[in-house]
């Protein structure tokens, strides 16, 4: 799989990606697998792990300002 941005080869890894989910709510993941490249930096989830992020960010306390979950598969 190839970067949209640089072209060089997207790698897979793990990564911790946060998430704004409200005005005052952002939601960290930590160890989210994802396709990174190794040139740019630039990330994307496959469409499985991002309805697995979904399905924790829909679950995540939204009283909370901050909150770190383990993504779990």
């Not at 190839?2 to 960290?28: E, M, N, Q």
């Amino acid at each position: 799989m190839k970067c949209g941005i640089c072209g060089a080869s997207l790698v897979p890894t793990a990564s911790d990606l946060p998430f704004k989910t409200s005005d005052h709510t952002i939601i960290i993941l930590k160890d989210v697998p994802v396709m990174q490249c190794g040139n740019c930096g630039e990330y994307l989830l496959e469409d499985p792990v991002m309805s697995r992020v979904d399905e924790i960010l829909s679950t995540a306390a939204s009283a909370a300002e901050l909150e770190v979950i383990r993504y779990a598969a």
